[in-house]
């Protein structure tokens, strides 16, 4: 059973150990993640088994199926629980069609963008907002002035439109320009910061994570399984597949995601201490993140309720030095993402 746990220390809303990632629920063939898409009845199952198992804190993002993800999310929240059982996330900034101003962090597409999400999730606020990404660090999307997303998203906490900001996916720096510029205005800041970190890519421990845990803000990383290299998806090598999204046209963007030389090396030596410990490599990949005391809630995806129920048992499991150190050995420092634009 998960337990709850504050995030960060700014502010008193409590989450799951972990997050429910809910990127691959939607309408099968809508949106990116099409091919490996789980409708509703499909999903329902999955849903009820976090709630059972103490998961209640659940992401999603208007772009995941251009708007079918949370149409989903929404539905079968509100059939399985009641709306203060659970804390609900979901995102903005990306394109949501060809209009000139149907994506970035400009005022109008925050308040429209909000709007939306709230009709399509069926709720009349969400717990959290998170920003998909800083508002210079959307591809082709106008570079708003910071000072214009900061009041925007300030003015829909202030409607009770939602309840909590957070962040995905920056420079330490512009993630630093952003709190400071808020709290110089009077306006809300974020609690958390949702990056791209797991034991194959580990650039954010040189300065977001220092900077989050220093500053009282909650982390909640994405991919902890790199897209399934770390859970055992891939045998050695991006041609080895043997899941439904590591086959799919989704191994394009985790080919672009995961360049380091040692990648699958490191994925090697996960299979390795999973085999010796009994466990299985998701788990060993996932107690190695959630050991990292800043990390308070991991973004998880599962598509089968037998990985829920591994992922929530490595919340309980402890890794020695010996093996921590083990694993991080391997490790060589790669090109951060963000200066491609791809993470």
């Known amino acids: 059973m998960l337990k709850p746990v504050q995030l960060g220390r700014n502010s008193g809303l409590r989450v799951s150990e972990l997050c429910l990632g809910t990127m691959n629920f939607g309408e099968p063939g809508r949106g990116h993640q099409g091919d490996w898409t789980l409708g509703t009845d499909e999903a329902r199952p999955i849903f009820r088994a976090a709630l059972d198992h103490g998961l209640f804190y659940f992401d999603c993002a208007d772009v995941y199926g251009i708007g079918a993800c949370e149409r989903v999310v929404g539905a079968l929240l509100n059939e399985l629980a009641s709306r203060d059982e659970y804390v609900l996330a979901t995102k903005v900034s990306m394109p949501m069609g060809r209009g000139a101003n149907q994506g970035g962090l400009s005022r109008k597409h925050i308040l429209e963008g909000v709007d939306a999400s709230l009709k399509r999730l069926g709720h009349d606020y969400v717990d959290q907002l998170v920003i998909h990404r800083h508002p210079h660090g959307i591809p082709g999307q106008v570079q708003a002035p910071i000072e214009e997303s900061l009041e925007a998203l300030h003015d829909v906490v202030k409607a009770g439109k939602v309840l909590y900001l957070g962040a995905s996916s920056m420079f330490a720096w512009q993630f630093a320009e952003l709190q400071m510029t808020a709290e110089a205005n009077g306006w809300t800041k974020f609690v958390s910061m949702q990056n791209h970190y797991n034991l194959v890519y580990r650039e954010e ?11 009282g803000v909650g982390l909640t990383p994405w991919s902890p399984l790199a897209r399934g290299i770390l859970a055992g998806s891939y045998k050695g090598g991006f041609g080895s597949g043997s899941t439904d999204r590591s086959k799919g046209r989704d191994r394009v963007r985790t080919e672009g995601l995961y360049r380091g030389a040692a990648t699958f090396d490191i994925a090697d030596r996960v299979v390795e201490v999973a085999g010796r410990l009994g466990k299985t490599p998701a788990q060993i990949s996932l107690a190695w993140l ?18 829920l129920d591994q992922l929530v048992e490595a919340c309980e499991l402890t890794l020695d030095t010996e093996i921590v150190d083990y694993l991080e050995e391997l490790y060589e420092p790669v090109e951060n993402l963000l200066s491609t634009g791809t993470s």
């Open 290 to 307: 959630a050991g990292k005391p800043e990390v308070q809630a991991p973004v998880v995806g599962v598509s089968r309720i037998e990985q």
């Open 205 to 215: 421990e040189r300065e977001m994570n220092p900077y989050c845990a220093h500053t």
